[in-house]
């Protein structure tokens, strides 16, 4: 006999052990939902993870169940539940991006990526908190308040992606889905202890998704693990005829056959050199160890010729100039005031030249060069996730938090973060695994193998 799940069994389990569950008849997705509306009830007011509940939450986990019961055809994420970060369109919504100026801006359709995992089957349940405007790695949003990091209140869940991170985190969905231009789900992945997926870049549409940076905009993925990202993205992952960046395979995706100890894993030569904090480093180098053979023939590889600091300002620059054609209503509406530091990035880029951003894009352009250059060669790059764990919400934002993040998304390739350890106060840190273009089930299948030998995952859902 099978013994009852708890509630905390249920809301902290993998997507994919939820979708077990749902085929043995032990939980129902009317059920599912019902758990974590309570919870969100519950303890939202504590993390400000969530925006907006969908008031037909229910009515999408009845027909999830009828389809069952019925034992017609269901999807592959049929009845699991998901939370959407609020720069993504959810019909009949608002999207407000973090803006004060869009709370009664109503989506009048499904982005592309919720209306695939509608035909999957999933059941919305709500939009996450982010930085304003999506601009951000803290979450610190000065009109609907700071994301908490669900272990330590008053501590960052990281940015922009804070929300769904948090939400991930602490058992408030099945999975969540963010958006990551510079880093955006594996910086909170790494703060709030969860797993994310950042893939090639226009693998999945970004059709009603709030633009960033048109050449960097990836939606990403956030899990309790890995397995749960590789089912995710090859449901979400699709060309998109009016999405002008979706990616058009010639071949699907790499599927994964690496033989672990035949890869050539390239490692950093210099971490403190890009800004790695003295803790962050020793457990790297713990993890690194612990994992050991998994990582084949080790290469290590210098930035001397790449500055990765100056890199993800040209990309700011891009992201800032970008954003004041997005936001240019919303910055001339007195009665809703977006916040001093908001206007000053879009004021600074409206002070540059045409020759500023033509600058800015080849810098860009050479971030590419350098990843062809260095995936000659190897097979993945390893990195920290975060130069730094969580830091406290007091402190302001850090403006190295998006650096090591960065290289990934100039170079349009896919990484992934995974739990790899805490530091002495406690917090989580994140492992970063970046692979060509194309290797994203790759680069997943080696993420298994590097959680399962670290097992520093915590124990879901996270509690302070």
């Not at 002070?351 to 000659?376: C, G, I, N, P, Q």
Request: hydrophobic share 45%; net charge neutral.
């Amino acid at each position: 006999m099978m013994d009852a799940l708890t509630d905390s069994n249920l809301r902290g389990a993998a997507a994919f052990q939820q979708l077990h569950w749902f085929a043995s008849g032990r939980i129902d997705a009317t059920h599912l939902t019902h758990a974590y509306a309570a919870a969100i009830a519950r303890e939202n007011p504590r993390l400000n993870a969530y925006l907006a509940l969908d008031p037909r939450m229910e009515e999408q986990a009845a027909a999830s169940d009828a389809r069952r019961r019925s034992g017609g055809m269901i999807g592959r994420l049929d009845g699991l539940a998901v939370a959407i970060k609020d720069n993504i369109d959810v019909s009949g919504l608002p999207t407000t991006a973090g803006l004060p100026t869009r709370r009664a801006h109503v989506a009048p359709a499904d982005a592309s990526v919720v209306a695939r995992l509608r035909a999957a089957g999933a059941v919305i349940l709500g939009k996450t908190n982010l930085d304003e405007g999506a601009l951000g790695t803290f979450s610190a949003n000065p009109h609907f308040g700071a994301v908490q990091n669900p272990r330590r209140a008053g501590y960052t869940a990281g940015g922009s992606s804070g929300g769904s991170a948090a939400a991930v985190a602490a058992g408030l969905c099945s999975f969540a889905i963010g958006s990551d231009t510079l880093g955006s789900v594996r910086i909170p992945a790494s703060h709030c202890g969860v797993f994310a997926l950042k893939p090639t870049h226009a693998e999945i549409s970004t059709r009603g998704m709030v633009r960033g940076a048109r050449r960097l905009d990836c939606i990403g993925i956030l899990a309790r693990a890995i397995e749960d990202l590789a089912v995710v993205v090859q449901v979400l992952g699709a060309h998109d005829p009016a999405d002008p960046r979706s990616r058009r395979r010639r071949v699907p995706l790499a599927t994964p056959d690496w033989e672990p100890g035949n890869l050539r894993s390239a490692f950093a030569r210099d971490l403190g050199a890009l800004g790695v904090s003295t803790e962050v480093h020793a457990v790297f180098d713990a993890a690194v160890a612990r994992i050991g053979d998994a990582f084949g023939r080790r290469i290590d590889i210098d930035f001397n010729d790449h500055d990765l600091g100056r890199t993800r300002r040209a990309a700011l620059l891009v992201m800032e100039s970008e954003l004041g054609v997005e936001f240019a209503d919303d910055l001339a509406d007195a009665s809703h005031p977006l916040s001093p530091r908001l206007h000053g990035m879009l004021d600074y880029a409206r002070r540059k030249s045409a020759v500023d951003y033509a600058a800015a894009d080849r810098a860009l352009d050479a971030t590419v060069l350098k990843a062809r250059r260095v995936f000659e060669d190897i097979d993945v790059l390893v990195l920290p996730t975060v130069s730094h764990g969580p830091y406290p919400l007091a402190d302001g934002e850090r403006a190295n938090d998006a650096d090591l993040t960065a290289f990934a998304s100039l170079a349009g390739c896919p990484a992934v973060s995974l739990p790899m350890g805490t530091l002495p106060d406690g917090m989580p840190v994140g492992l970063q695994l970046v692979g060509r273009p194309g290797a994203d089930l790759r680069l997943l299948e080696l993420a298994a193998i590097c959680a399962a030998t670290l097992d520093s995952a915590p124990a879901y859902p996270v509690a302070p």
